[in-house]
């Protein structure tokens, strides 16, 4: 994937001066080997500069990281630390930030080598609330030496996706759909991300894809879709159209992207884009998904935010769907009752068109979209990718802003069943524990618009820690029985 950063964390060590400088250095070496001998050290900077006491020091190691081409910070009490200096190294620093704190060595030790970094990590918790500084702190932020390298790896997906936010660029082409208000939002909060965006009218991606009629390279994009097609392949004729319009979101990209890094797209598919394109892009738009670069349909560009925050999270392909449909109930007798432990409620579909990448269904094939079609010639309908999803762990998600400009996200964890859905379309069997309350109570009751965001993994923690760090105080979640929503009726 060329579309997402590359992470170096600096980890800056600080001291208050009352304390031993030496817990600090050794605190702070010991550190840094514990992440080597588990991870990837080429993640991590270690600052040799000095140790962080004072408002100069901070200003040396603030130099330091960023000529080392850090862009995620780590600050390390190594004892109690300096309250001031380590949080102007917070507010001084561009970008995402965490702190930890070391825990006692040993029992033998607990004059000379007593740290207080326990107690340092209360007043570093004031004073960046003090200042208005953003950082994370994970749940139990103080820990030895191994567990500190874990905390930073942990640190790595959330950093990943500040950053990726802080660099992006959403392109969109044309309003939303007719009777599709539900995708529509607010973009003055994609400001206050960080995130800009450039809204196009169809009409200019449609100039642009007529003119890279002819194009030379469109050969060698039929020959590499037609590789990844296989069997699938069964609308051949349609290739050099799709890779017509692949070659003129590419080259849109790079000609609009403007001093951005990244890029996410939310793009029109329909009612008149079959009419006038002759195709459906939702092939293409999960091949450009496979690449790192979010294709949302429907305009839907929260959509693309929350596909691209998942990508950068999990470094993998992620898809946007429908919460679409209940399970039958003769299929979830038949094919999950006696053998999952999931409820008929706990269960539903999820579905798009054919967007979902090639990589994440079981089998794929080419084929014309079937709702359209019941209004439209069947011809203009073709390029969806359908099959039913690879069965696995997932996380359903979404960052969303309201219609009164107010930022709301929910994260829930399940899995795709290995059912048959005997559907169309990229769709699978879904499965969320306590998904019934959580349909009514978050999705419902908060005004979530039909998409999600699906990433194949369990990512809950991540992406709940960077909806907390972006300041989004209203995150939904699907809260286990016992645990009743606001809106929950304590009788039903």
């Known amino acids: 994937m060329n579309n997402l950063p590359v992470v170096k964390v600096g980890i800056v060590a600080v001291s208050r001066d009352c304390f031993p ?4 250095v050794n605190r702070r070496k010991a550190l840094v080997e514990a992440y080597a001998d588990k991870y990837d050290k080429a993640n991590i900077y270690e600052c040799p500069v000095c140790i962080v006491e004072s408002e100069i020091h901070m200003v040396q190691a603030l130099e330091d990281v960023k000529a080392a081409g850090c862009n995620a910070l780590v600050v390390y009490l190594g004892n109690f630390g300096p309250e001031i200096s380590e949080t102007l190294l917070a507010k001084h620093f561009d970008g995402p930030v965490m702190f930890i704190a070391a825990a006692e060595e040993t029992g033998d030790n607990l004059t000379q080598g007593r740290g207080d970094a326990y107690c340092g990590m209360l007043n570093a918790s004031y004073n960046l609330k003090l200042r208005n500084v953003k950082a994370y702190i994970p749940e139990y932020p103080v820990g030895t030496a191994a567990e500190c390298a874990d905390m930073i790896e942990e640190f790595l997906p959330i950093a990943r996706a500040l950053v990726g936010l802080s660099d992006l660029k959403i392109i969109s082409f044309g309003p939303r759909p007719l009777n599709f208000l539900a ?26 894809f007529n003119s890279h009629a002819g194009d030379p390279r469109i050969l060698e994009v039929v020959k590499d879709m037609e590789a990844e097609l ?15 319009y692949e070659l003129t979101l590419l080259d849109w990209i790079e000609e609009h992207r403007g001093y951005r890094k990244y890029v996410a797209i939310a793009g029109k598919c329909w009612p008149a884009f079959q009419t006038q394109f002759g195709f459906v892009p939702c092939y293409v738009n999960s091949r450009l998904t496979g690449r790192g670069i979010p294709v949302s349909c429907e305009v839907d560009i929260y959509g693309a935010l929350s596909e691209f925050i998942g990508t950068c999270v999990s470094q993998d392909i992620v898809t946007l769907l429908d919460i679409n449909n ?18 008929h409620q706990e269960t539903f579909m999820g579905f798009h068109c054919g967007n979902t990448n090639s990589k994440k269904l079981s089998s794929c094939s080419m084929k014309y979209q079937m709702i359209m079609a019941r209004a439209l010639p069947e011809e203009v309908t073709q390029g969806t990718l359908e099959g039913d999803i690879v069965p696995g762990d997932i996380t359903f998600f979404r960052l969303q802003s309201t219609a009164d400009n107010q930022l709301k996200a929910y994260v829930a964890q399940g899995e795709v069943l290995p059912v048959a859905t005997r559907s169309f379309g990229g769709v699978g069997i879904f499965a969320i524990p306590e998904m019934g309350r959580f349909y009514r109570h978050v999705l419902i009751e908060k005004g979530y618009p039909h998409h999600g965001a699906v990433a194949f993994g369990h990512y809950g923690k991540a992406l709940f820690e960077v909806f907390k760090y972006l300041g989004v105080e209203d995150i939904g979640f699907n809260q286990p029985k016992g645990m009743l929503y606001p809106t929950e009726n304590p009788f039903a």
């Open 21 to 24: 400088e030496s817990l600090s």
């Open 230 to 244: 296989g069997g699938g392949n069964l609308k051949p004729e349609i290739l050099p159209k799709l890779a017509q």
């Open 183 to 208: 995708c529509n939002a607010p973009i003055k909060q994609l400001y206050n991300l960080g995130v800009e965006i450039e809204e196009n009218s169809e009409l200019d991606l449609f100039a642009a």
């Open 326 to 343: 209940t399970v039958p109930d003769d299929m979830y007798a038949s094919d999950i009752k006696d053998s999952y432990d999931y409820a």
